[in-house]
């Protein structure tokens, strides 16, 4: 492929900051390709470790620097294989495996974190992780945030999500406030707010008068089913919203809020640390820190030549993070604001469309202190105008999705729309052999069939054409089934097409990640898993049975009666007798049956990189497994790609790809267009700052938690945009290169709008012919399999405990700080013996003998249809033996029986995976008295459990 003028200028610029506008099939990864070939070519002084080129997967990183060692043939590919061509997570965890010892100061505490740190790559795990933080959290600052702590409840999820997003716009919190000007961002921009609100809170003229604001509206409809606290009376009647209700409510005391994320923000920056367990994101935030706070360091890991493909999936901190990686004002950055469709993950496309205006914010912001960034940020924006891809009829119609509204209260400002998008012209003149189509059917199993229907009529229609495109030139000839992608905005649809086309013989292969632990594989470890926790869990032994093919009422009676099959007894108790690791484990359950499967490599593989740690129980996997169930999490495995078969794929996971014929499937009502849901407890906006939906407060005699106004009413000055859905769409629509079909059976917006220029025709009913398979050939039976099991309910230990209040006067802060040293002195920290309790505790751990110690173990214990979790304060390994300390401030043993019950949970928790003799001791550590307790039976304490949580 030569490339054209616009290309042939980015290529050879190879000076200045460059960004480049490039839209769908315009060749942007061709083009920073080659002008990382044209800098080593062209400067005789460039090597590759000169040069930073950062994309957003391992794919493309790995496809970007082939090409470049096919093209570079002259040189070494040794060396080229060591060119920064990578993720930027890839790259900022070969920067902090360097300098892992800086991370201690950056944000004001002593916090080491090891070399040989690992990595949160897989985000249920980060969930799981972030809940045992958030678990540690509460019990340490329950009192200091109670409100807030009541309003999350066990929600910690939302208190990840407002974190993530937070870490994305480059906002941390530092032990003593907010890194940079943090805290401003968290308090909003009145004057901002107001420019758009203003609009939202206008009475527009109706026939008899001013009629009601879209603000106002909103409102009404919001506040239906909820309970506010000390709203004004007056804040429903009249026209619109008053000002100055709106102004009370944008100034309303978020001092709670604001102070309970900063806390609970740093305690999971610093438990991560210490754990050696980052999430995917705090390598980007970590090394943006240390090359902020060391100038050393920052130039000695600087590039003379930065680019970055796929621009508009960055977000604030990976913009500010690529300022501080360049040397000079060389930097290209290649990207489309219109395939922006990760706003989920964070990323911003303001970052492309609001470039200059950014990029000199951020060099003011990081030149705060001292000069960071020494040279001049003035921009070339270049655009690519030439679509190599698709005909000029497709192009059209796609960009004139990008104009279509999603609701009647949805609003699409043209005017700015069209200052913002660069026209696209095709390459090619395929007009005769292109075409955009619409069809309607009856339901959602209509719609199934006709699509297996429309392309059977493909294949066997002469005048629909492909044109390929060979060494000696073009040439026509019949549509085949891999030259078709079915997209479709959720999973849930393309699976149900995957599953109908095998009925009909017809290869449909749906391509977007394997929900692997809901898989027969996944659902048998995890029976297995449960039986080795508890040998009698009738849900582990149903699947087991269900596997051996006993039918329902046999599987009843051996449930019942507790006559397991003996050769699974046999092997339970194999199980049970042999030690290893959990990966030996999982190796053995698989070895009973002979499974050596694509999804069962992807499991092992999952739980192994998941779960490093020898030590980990048999609970935590369980929980793992079951986390992904519930969130239905997929992966994807290694399998031969499908040939000669039709992929079905979500729209997300289409970028990037292209096909001659493209579905545009299931655009239906609350399908496609998603409806916009608005549920989040926390929400940041650059406008409003950090907004809590809830607020705590009193009425009457009672303390509750209410619905908060201030939010809702704030929440409806700022419209609900579709934009990064009618952006999918265009996603969808570009991957077409000459026949664009929709379908659907109760057309949204977005297919009726995109329809009017068009025939839609209905198909009443479509009957699919039945494909019977050459000789031979195999028919495609996709696995259809369903979870029917059931989460158990979460809880702490300490919900299940009376405990009587101590009149010492010490209180829980003191208990807090007690514990916290105990941690740090078994962790090998110097600790000051600042008080009688501390001092008491040190001298215990001085006195040890023990193999190893594990301060703040956090175990979790199935009983009672429940997971109690609790965080036992010390675990002292013997030779043969196990210790279960459990540290206590009280200054009476009033509460001994309810101390017995906490540290008898702890006892089967850690009996569950230690086979040794264990030892329970309750510590009273202001009298210096530990007390061996015997635990209380498992039966006996889940009889006790059942009945003080009302079971």
């Known amino acids: 492929m030569a490339s054209n003028l616009a290309q042939e200028e980015v290529i050879r610029t190879t000076e200045g900051i460059l960004l480049v506008d490039a839209g769908p099939g315009t060749g942007k990864t061709y083009t920073i390709t080659k002008r990382y070939i044209s800098i080593l070519e062209n400067d005789p002084n460039?090597?590759?470790?000169?040069?930073?080129?950062?994309?957003?997967?391992?794919?493309?990183?790995?496809?970007?620097?082939?090409?470049?060692?096919?093209?570079?043939?002259?040189?070494?590919?040794?060396?080229?294989?060591?060119?920064?061509?990578?993720?930027?997570?890839?790259f900022c965890k070969s920067i902090l495996t360097t300098y892992t010892y800086k991370v201690p100061s950056l944000l004001g505490y002593g916090e080491r974190l090891s070399p040989s740190f690992s990595i949160l790559e897989n985000d249920v795990g980060e969930h799981m992780f972030f809940s045992k933080v958030y678990n540690a959290f509460y019990e340490r600052h329950k009192d200091t945030h109670r409100e807030m702590v009541s309003i999350v409840g066990d929600d910690s999820d939302q208190v990840l999500r407002i974190i993530k997003q937070l870490l994305s716009k480059g906002i941390f919190p530092t032990r003593d406030g907010w890194f940079l000007d943090g805290r401003s961002h968290l308090e909003g921009d009145w004057e901002s707010f107001c420019v758009r609100m203003r609009v939202e809170n206008t009475c527009p003229m109706g026939k008899r008068g001013p009629t009601q604001a879209r603000m106002l509206k909103r409102l009404k409809t919001r506040r239906a089913n909820k309970i506010y606290l000390d709203a004004p009376s007056t804040l429903l009647e009249g026209k619109n919203i008053s000002e100055d209700d709106i102004r009370e409510a944008f100034h309303e005391d978020r001092e709670k809020e604001i102070s309970f994320i900063h806390d609970i923000y740093l305690f999971?920056?610093?438990?991560?640390?210490?754990?050696?367990?980052?999430?995917?994101?705090?390598?980007?935030?970590?090394?943006?820190?240390?090359?902020?706070?060391?100038?050393?360091?920052?130039?000695?890991?600087?590039?003379?030549?930065?680019?970055?493909?796929?621009?508009?999936?960055?977000?604030?901190?990976?913009?500010m993070l690529t300022l501080l990686l360049m040397k000079r004002n060389n930097l290209c950055a290649v990207g489309d604001w219109k395939q922006g469709i990760y706003g989920f993950r964070y990323a911003s496309i303001d970052n492309i469309l609001q470039f200059q205006e950014?990029?000199?914010?951020?060099?003011?912001?990081?030149?705060?202190?001292?000069?960071?960034?020494?040279?001049?940020?003035?921009?070339?924006?270049?655009?690519?105008?030439?679509?190599?891809?698709s005909t000029q009829t497709l192009l059209d119609t796609s960009f004139g999705s990008l104009y279509i509204e999603a609701t009647n209260e949805d609003a699409v400002e043209a005017e700015t729309l069209d200052e913002a998008i660069t026209p696209l012209v095709a390459h090619r003149e395929d007009e005769h052999i292109s075409g955009v189509r619409f069809y309607t059917a009856d339901d959602n199993d209509a719609e199934v069939e006709m699509i297996i229907s429309l392309i059977q009529d493909m294949l066997a229609n002469d005048d629909m054409r492909i044109i390929d495109e060979g060494a000696e030139g073009c040439c026509l000839r019949p549509i085949r089934y891999e030259d078709i992608a079915v997209l479709s905005r959720t999973r849930d649809f393309g699976l149900q097409l995957q599953e109908r086309a095998a009925h009909y013989g017809v290869p449909i292969v749906f391509e977007g990640g394997t929900e692997i632990f809901n898989s027969e594989e996944g659902l048998l470890l995890l029976a297995w898993m449960r039986l080795l926790i508890d040998p009698h869990d009738k849900r582990a032994w149903t699947v087991l049975l269900e596997r051996e093919g006993h039918p329902y009422k046999r599987r009843m009676d051996i449930l019942s009666g507790h006559a397991y099959p003996l050769h699974l007894v046999e092997r339970l108790d194999e199980l049970r007798r042999k030690e290893g690791t959990i990966i030996e484990f999982i190796s053995r359950i698989y070895g009973f049956y002979d499974m050596a499967t694509p999804v069962s490599h992807a499991i092992t593989h999952t739980i192994s990189s998941m779960f490093a740690s020898s030590s980990i129980s048999f609970e935590e996997i369980c929980f793992f497994i079951e986390e992904n169930i519930r969130r239905k999490k997929t992966y994807a495995i290694d399998t031969q790609a499908s040939e000669g078969a039709v992929t079905v794929q979500t729209l997300h996971g289409a970028k990037g790809l292209e096909y001659p014929v493209v579905f545009i499937s299931n655009c239906n009502k609350d399908r496609f267009p998603s409806s916009v849901s608005d549920s989040s407890l926390f929400t940041y906006d650059t406008r409003l700052g950090l907004r809590c939906s809830k607020t705590h407060g009193t009425r009457g005699d009672y303390s509750a938690i209410f619905d908060n106004w201030h939010n809702d009413v704030l929440r409806c000055g700022i419209p609900t945009l579709y934009d990064e859905e009618r952006r999918l769409l265009f996603v969808g629509m570009t991957r077409a290169r000459q026949y664009l079909l929709f379908t659907a059976h109760k057309p949204s917006s977005f297919f009726t709008r995109l329809a009017e220029s068009h025939n839609v025709v209905h198909i009443d009913d479509p009957r699919p012919t039945q494909r019977e398979c050459a000789e031979g050939q195999e028919r495609y039976e996709p696995p259809h399999l369903v979870y029917r099991g059931s989460t158990p309910v979460q809880a702490q230990v300490h919900s299940v405990l009376r405990i009587m209040p101590e009149r010492s006067g010490r209180g829980k802060h003191y208990g807090s700080s007690v514990h916290f040293a105990a941690e740090r002195a078994?962790?090998?920290?110097?600790?000051?013996?600042?008080?009688?309790?501390?001092?008491?505790?040190?001298?215990?751990?001085?006195?040890?003998?023990a193999q190893k110690l594990w301060p703040e173990a956090e175990c979790v214990l199935p009983i009672a249809n429940m997971r109690l979790s609790g965080t036992i304060d010390l675990l002292v390994f013997h030779d043969t033996a196990i210790d279960?300390?459990?540290?206590?401030?009280?200054?009476?043993d009033a509460n001994?029986?309810?101390?017995?019950?906490?540290?008898?949970?702890?006892?089967?928790?850690?009996?569950?995976?230690?086979?040794?003799?264990?030892?329970?001791?309750?510590?009273?550590?202001?009298?210096?008295?530990?007390?061996?307790?015997?635990?209380?039976?498992?039966d006996e304490l889940e009889t006790l459990v059942k009945g003080r949580q009302g079971q």
């Open 46 to 90: 460039a090597t590759p470790e000169d040069i930073l080129l950062l994309t957003f997967s391992n794919n493309a990183a790995d496809n970007m620097k082939r090409k470049v060692m096919s093209e570079l043939t002259r040189r070494d590919p040794s060396t080229l294989w060591d060119a920064k061509i990578s993720t930027f997570h890839a």
């Open 268 to 319: 999971y920056i610093k438990r991560a640390i210490r754990a050696g367990m980052l999430p995917f994101d705090f390598l980007i935030m970590l090394v943006f820190l240390i090359l902020h706070d060391d100038d050393d360091i920052r130039r000695s890991v600087a590039f003379d030549y930065v680019m970055v493909d796929e621009f508009q999936d960055t977000n604030e901190m990976q913009f």
């Open 358 to 389: 950014r990029i000199r914010r951020y060099k003011a912001l990081l030149n705060e202190g001292r000069t960071r960034i020494h040279f001049p940020v003035d921009v070339d924006a270049r655009e690519f105008t030439i679509n190599y891809r």
């Open 826 to 849: 078994a962790r090998g920290a110097r600790v000051e013996a600042d008080n009688e309790d501390i001092g008491a505790i040190l001298r215990y751990i001085d006195g040890l003998d």
């Open 884 to 892: 279960i300390v459990d540290y206590k401030t009280d200054l009476t």
């Open 896 to 938: 001994l029986e309810e101390y017995r019950i906490q540290i008898s949970c702890y006892y089967h928790a850690v009996r569950g995976v230690y086979d040794v003799p264990v030892r329970c001791i309750v510590f009273f550590t202001a009298r210096d008295e530990r007390i061996v307790v015997d635990p209380i039976p498992f």
